[in-house]
């Protein structure tokens, strides 16, 4: 049994969870695995808690780590622990063919947060972006654009905009998607942290807690790059994870079984772990996924929270000034947490 006490003890927010008790090996070679899921959160006035219980004959797994008809509870271990601080997963959840194919239609989902916001809070947002610049014909860069839905409504309101993202299949989608609504938008397929231009932005957005799934030195890295990429007083326009984000976030811990789902083609085994790092500001949800051939791939979902006094210094050092903060942009989120804070900033 483990328990997880969030670094606010006054927001009450707690995890217990629990798998793996093991009988196996009868002649048969039967092997069961017992699984128990605890949750409790409580943050923001808001409690959940339930427990489940899964009992599974191993004699229908084909994975690679049953070994001489054992279940290596070592590798599971080792696959499935907690992860060094902005550690890697072995595999990316933006470009890979399968995933992306179900990404893209988070995205496209209007009601649904779980890629791209949802349609009524993009709009909203649309509108409050465009306040904030001066000009009437700006030139943007959507830094992480996916399929272009904030990218296409700046493009409709007059604004010169260049999209980015290094999803093949949303740059697609998004390319297509101009060209069928007439809207002169140049979509690029990159990663953003390699990107090169000199001074031919007036504003450069990166939407939906982008900046904080990167690890501080990426981080430093596309700080360097938007700076560089801006004009004289060009804005740089984000959103982060604020420092209320633990309390309203949710902490999973469990497993499914699922087919042909999000993850993969085939049968497959999803172990999924939220872990904490208070000391950091940041959260990683973790998904171990175990394909019926034995395949293991591993995907990190990594946050930093900030808070206002943190980013301010970050962003002081690259020579970025006259930051401003909004906390109340969106409304609320049935995906992620909503506890979000806008930032512009201004080339110094
Ligand atoms: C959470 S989605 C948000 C998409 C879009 N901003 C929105 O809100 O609708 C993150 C997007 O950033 C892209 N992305 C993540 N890291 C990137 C990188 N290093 N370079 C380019 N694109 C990246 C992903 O492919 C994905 O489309």
Request: one cysteine or more; glycine letters at 6%.
């Amino acid at each position: 049994m483990k328990a997880l006490v969030l670094h606010k003890a006054q927001c009450f927010c707690f995890c217990l969870g629990q798998y793996i008790a093991v009988k196996q090996d009868t002649p048969n070679t039967f092997l069961v695995l017992l699984i128990k899921e605890c949750y409790t959160y409580v943050g923001n006035n808001t409690s959940k808690c339930y427990e489940k219980y899964s009992v599974w004959d191993g004699r229908q797994m084909s994975f690679n780590f049953i070994r001489g008809q054992r279940l290596d509870i070592n590798l599971l271990n080792e696959i499935s622990r907690r992860p060094e601080l902005f550690a890697k997963g072995t595999d990316s959840l933006w470009d890979d063919p399968h995933i992306s194919r179900h990404m893209l239609s988070a995205h496209l989902d209007p009601g649904s947060d779980a890629a791209s916001r949802k349609i009524s809070i993009i709009n909203h947002t649309v509108t409050w972006l465009a306040k904030q610049f001066s000009k009437s014909k700006a030139d943007i860069l959507d830094l992480g654009c996916g399929p272009g839905l904030y990218a296409k409504e700046l493009a409709a309101l007059g604004h010169n905009v260049v999209g980015m993202d290094f999803s093949k299949r949303s740059i697609e989608f998004a390319t297509a998607d101009a060209a069928k609504e007439n809207l002169k938008i140049e979509y690029i397929y990159k990663n953003y942290l390699t990107m090169d231009f000199d001074a031919r932005f007036d504003v450069i957005l990166l939407i939906y807690c982008d900046f904080g799934v990167l690890s501080n030195s990426e981080r430093d890295e596309l700080l360097k790059r938007v700076h560089k990429a801006l004009r004289p007083g060009g804005m740089f326009i984000f959103d982060v994870f604020n420092e209320k984000c633990p309390c309203s976030k949710i902490i999973q811990k469990g497993l499914s079984i699922e087919k042909d789902g999000f993850w993969a083609e085939g049968q497959y085994l999803n172990l999924f772990e939220t872990f904490l790092y208070p000391d950091d500001r940041a959260f990683v949800d973790q998904y171990v996924v175990i394909g019926e051939t034995g395949d293991i791939k591993v995907y990190r979902a990594w946050n930093h929270y900030y808070s206002k006094d943190e980013i301010g210094e970050v962003l002081g050092s690259f020579n970025f000034s006259k930051h401003r903060y909004y906390d109340n942009i969106i409304e609320s989120s049935n995906f992620t947490s909503t506890d979000v804070t806008f930032i512009v900033t201004c080339k110094a």
